[in-house]
């Protein structure tokens, strides 16, 4: 069974980034398998910094861009509450982390996700129960493999 989980803005930004065909490539299919299972999180966070970056930096346009939160609505999405806020707080002061990756975390453990997939935080590391993984370098994460 596959597990729930969390997926960082950063996944979701090389499954739409071009340059970077083969990270773009495994982000896709990871999304479109937890998407499949009905196994994928995300916060309205993620949606947000997706939008900033897709919208900037990788200049799509905005139908296409609307076309991906639509998407992700179809899945869990954790709107950010003053909770959520209080436990990156805590977070951030425990584990030394940036205040967004702290609310990303804390995001992820209001959704009760045991998994949090990005490039950024450190593959195995752990923030309480919540585990961080790098789908981008682990196989055990590409596809219909993944959560195995």
Not at 24 to 37: N, S, T
Not at 60 to 81: I, K
Not at 102 to 111: D, M, Q, T
Request: glycine content about 6%.
């Amino acid at each position: 069974m596959t597990p729930r989980c969390f997926v960082d803005t950063n996944i979701v930004v090389y499954a739409n980034d071009g340059a970077h065909r083969a990270k773009q490539q495994r982000a896709i299919e990871v999304i479109a398998g937890l998407m499949r299972r009905r196994a994928c999180v995300v916060s309205t966070q993620v949606l947000q910094e997706y939008a900033c970056t897709a919208l900037g930096k990788l200049g799509q346009a905005p139908a296409a861009v609307l076309r991906q939160v639509a998407l992700f609505e179809r899945q869990e999405v954790v709107q950010n509450s003053p909770g959520t806020l209080r436990r990156a707080i805590e977070l951030r002061a425990v584990h030394a982390l940036s205040f967004w990756d702290a609310l990303i975390v804390a995001a992820a453990e209001e959704a009760d996700c045991d998994v949090l997939l990005s490039e950024d935080m450190g593959d195995g590391q752990t923030f309480g129960r919540v585990r961080v993984a790098d789908p981008l370098q682990r196989d055990d994460w590409a596809g219909e493999r993944a959560g195995r």
